[in-house]
């Protein structure tokens, strides 16, 4: 009784750390290296759930073909975004605002003109696991493992490779990476790229478990943004899988008894309580914590 | 204009609405040591951002290599072979020391190879902290560290901006040593702008004086070496 309490928890607990992370990751890498806060997120991801639904209705592809198509048409187009209009308001981060909301509402009432108020459903994979008396969805987990699996590529992108290493170069010192010759330009339209990427992927994962309409974005964007305002931009891998996996441990439970309009609830008030005491967020505040260190290591 | 490595001429620049540099004209030629002196606020720092492009200049011209580099940005020109080594060091201090000197591959794309046995030969403190994170380093080792970041790249002339500033003297000399080396076995062309009188004379082939935006003195070597003249350029 008490092992099934448990794994109910600890199922609740990845499900709900699973959406955060997918939902956030994008437009978590998009504000820590670019420093602008991409608005139309919640489009992007609500483009890649289109994509995946209309390659799995019309074009007869498996899902995981699906979720590439997702992934690479979405990144495509933020491509072609970052290129025409989104490097015009690296100056001017109010602009940023403004324009990528304009593009929010260009693209979910695009789709609603093109497509109409909904969308051909994707059908849920129901793969069932039983532990004891309770069952989960394996589908559920997977994308808990698929959550986990971005976050170390993300990593390895970072740590392990020269342009991510340019990359963190460049989210510490941009004029500086600039004098020694790193493509800064180059690095932003690659960022932004990836980040739309990510959330096409997160729309085709998600396509399964929801009705697919044009201003589903908005059901992930909300999530999206007190994840990141918690984890803060210092660092997207800390600050991705810390605030993912404090919110979670709140909120999880608070859903699993109470339903999840009272989860939701308890992630809005667990983030307000972490950013009155943490401005930056989890990973500003290890940032700040590593250079008061590195600071007293230094001195001459 | 001259053939030179560097050739800036009638270079204005500023901040804002004013101008710092009011109209600088140098050149250096290949293999050199100038040194820039003048005091605080005189515009050296200016100067050299100006030649890396991170400022506009507002009228005048600058040549690298006899081409016009003017209008380039500043990856354009590192990319072209300027290394910069800017006042405080700015080095990455989230990144390791290897990863800092990583990031100074990009510098002179026409470079055949990197040189990090020849940066780790000069600063061996680099090669046995290379895994460290730079922020935990003195500023001593840091100033190594950037210049070694810069020397990674193969530079075709390197800036270097008050390398003595909040040093150790002893790292100082150690600095000093490793630039007269580079020069004498590379004949790596350097521009140095500085307030240390020993390094000056330690270092510099010539050198320029600056005041209020301008150069207002051509210095031979012998003027360098003499401690009552520099110190007529440096004092307030």
Not at chain 1, 244 to 263: D, H, K, N, Q
Not at chain 2, 169 to 181: A, F, N, S, Y
Request: glycine share 12%; with cysteine.
């Amino acid at each position: 009784m008490g092992l099934d309490v448990l794994a109910n928890l600890l199922y609740q607990f990845a499900d709900n750390m699973a959406f955060l992370l997918l939902a956030a990751l994008g437009l978590m890498i998009i504000l820590g290296v670019i420093d602008v806060i991409n608005l139309a997120h919640g489009e992007f991801i609500m483009l890649g759930a289109y994509l995946t639904a209309l390659s799995y209705n019309w074009g007869h592809l498996p899902l995981p073909a699906c979720a590439v198509v997702s992934m690479v048409g979405v990144g495509l187009f933020g491509l072609v975004l970052e290129r025409t209009l989104i490097r015009r308001f690296y100056q001017d981060k109010l602009g940023a605002l403004v324009a990528t909301w304009g593009v929010s509402l260009i693209l979910s009432q695009g789709i609603l003109i093109v497509f109409g108020p909904s969308m051909a459903a994707v059908p849920f994979p129901q793969w069932t696991l039983t532990v004891g008396a309770s069952s989960f969805d394996g589908y559920r987990l997977m994308l808990f493992g698929v959550a986990v699996g971005a976050v170390a590529v993300l990593w390895w992108l970072l740590y392990h490779t020269r342009i991510g290493v340019q990359t963190r170069a460049a989210m510490q010192n941009a004029e500086m990476a600039a004098c020694l010759g790193i493509r800064i330009r180059r690095i932003y339209l690659l960022t932004f790229a990836a980040g739309s990427a990510l959330a096409g992927l997160t729309g085709a994962l998600y396509a399964p478990t929801t009705t697919i309409v044009p201003l589903m974005g908005t059901g992930f964007v909300d999530v999206a943004f007190i994840t990141v305002v918690v984890g803060g931009g210092a660092n997207p891998i800390v600050g991705a899988l810390t605030s993912a996996a404090v919110l979670s441990v709140i909120s999880a439970p608070l859903a699993s008894i109470s339903g999840t309009f009272i989860g939701r609830i308890g992630l809005l008030v667990a983030a307000l309580v972490v950013i009155r005491f943490l401005p930056q967020g989890f990973s500003g505040y290890v940032r700040d914590l590593q250079r008061r260190r590195m600071g007293a290591a230094a001195a001459p | 204009m001259g053939r030179g490595v560097l050739d800036v001429s009638n270079l204005s620049a500023g901040y804002g609405s004013g101008s710092i540099l009011q109209g600088v004209t140098l050149e250096i030629g290949a293999g050199e040591i100038v040194a820039m002196i003048g005091r605080n606020g005189v515009g050296k720092s200016t100067l050299m951002k100006a030649i890396m492009g991170v400022l506009p200049a507002t009228s005048g011209e600058v040549a690298f290599m006899g081409q016009p580099i003017t209008h380039l940005s500043p990856e354009q020109r590192a990319a072209m072979g300027i290394g910069y080594v800017p006042q405080g060091r700015e080095i990455f201090p989230e990144l390791t020391v290897e990863e800092n000197l990583m990031m100074g591959e990009t510098i002179n794309r026409d470079k055949r190879g990197t040189r990090y046995d020849i940066v780790y030969a000069y600063f061996p403190v680099l090669r046995e902290r290379r895994r460290q994170l730079a922020g935990t380093f003195s500023g001593g080792q840091q100033q190594m560290l950037a210049i070694g970041r810069a020397l990674v790249g193969a530079p075709r002339l390197l800036l270097v901006d008050e390398p003595s500033v909040g040093i150790q003297p002893t790292i100082v000399l150690e600095i000093g040593e490793v630039l007269e080396k580079i020069n004498a076995e590379e004949g790596l062309t350097i521009l140095l702008v500085e307030q240390n009188t020993r390094l000056i004379a330690r270092l510099a082939h010539r050198g320029y004086a600056m005041d209020k935006g301008r150069i207002v003195a051509r210095l031979g070597r012998d003027q360098l070496t003499n401690q009552d003249m520099l110190v007529q350029y440096l004092a307030v």
